[in-house]
């Protein structure tokens, strides 16, 4: 059995316990996840014991040579198909995920009478295995060597948007096919905007730098972010470096199988909070990491899940002094039974 048919199986297990005869799936993420085939416009129905791909014509005989654990088929109407299966088998809680479907996909399904359930795969996509965790570990890796390489080549002068178009060329030179998200750089004042807007601002002598960045490689996405002092650091850039540093590192050290998410984002926020500066973290401790930028768990005050190893999130606490400087500093961990392992090394 290949990773894509236990994928299969194991979401047939999550319908089982959850009792719900069947569920469609319809987004191209979720179906590569569960069968390998990356390609927009086919449909899939899995049940408790099957599994049905309805697909253009022109993709059978494709899908069949990568995926001969599904049987394809090529109906007139994917979305009629799907339904009248669904009516033949009996079927009468089948589900989809409003997360993963467009508005009007989301109302035709309502509208067939099938209802909404959060959560499946991406309960599924959380923990990482097999292959999974060496792609993103290249992926982080090449992340972390490409600031390295960038790093030394940021002077005086250069614009944000230079620097963000040199690292997605160094990352791709290295065998990513891309940057994971719109990437993140900040000089100066612009770095105390968490989800700033990369421009064509240049820097100056004795300003704060923040790189936030991270690629895809081989589908998986790694993110990563960096904070220095281009120049002559004063001592308020000194302090709340050295509070952010130590508080990351509080958050990683929580990391483990077992620990709620919600401690990990505690671990760090009470270390700046103590520091005087809480008012000054102003978004969550971290997100999972994988197929897509941000999935599950997450890692702030509200979050309730529970990490499992294998699971690959972010720890990235920040504090951000408006009209000044930004201190982020984010690293990918790989979460262990004992512990965990930084990806962004």
Known sequence: MNIHEKRLKDLQHLLKKEKLDAMVVSRPLEQGFLTGYHMDGYLMLVSQTD??????????????SKVDFVSPSAPDNQLEAAILKIRENKFRKTVFEPETESYLRGQFWRKKGLLEFKGLTA???????????????????IAAKAFKIVKPRIKSGRTEISVSRELEDIMQAMGAKGPSFNLIIGFGPDSALPHHETSD?????????????????NG????????????KPGAEFK?????????QKAGVKKVK?????????????????????GQYFIHGTGHGVGLEIHESPTLN????????????????????LYGKFGVRIEDSVLVKSGGCEILTR
């Open 123 to 141: 309960g599924l996509r959380a923990v990482k295995e097999g292959a999974e965790i060496s792609i993103l570990r290249k992926s982080c890796h």
């Open 257 to 277: 199988a077992g620990v709620k998410t919600a401690a990990v984002d505690k671990a760090c926020r009470e270390y700046i909070s103590d520091a005087g500066f």
């Open 201 to 217: 601002r240049p820097l100056k002598k004795n300003e704060a730098v923040l790189l936030d960045f991270g690629c895809v490689y």
């Open 301 to 320: 005050t509200k979050s309730r899940e529970t990490l499992r190893a294998g699971m690959t999130v972010t720890v990235e606490p920040g504090i951000y």
């Open 51 to 64: 599994v049905w791909a309805f697909m253009p014509k022109m993709f059978v005989d494709q899908f069949r």
């Open 239 to 247: 302090k709340v470096y050295a509070i952010v540093d130590a508080a």
């Open 220 to 231: 998986y996405c790694s993110d990563i972010t960096r904070t220095y002092f281009h120049g």
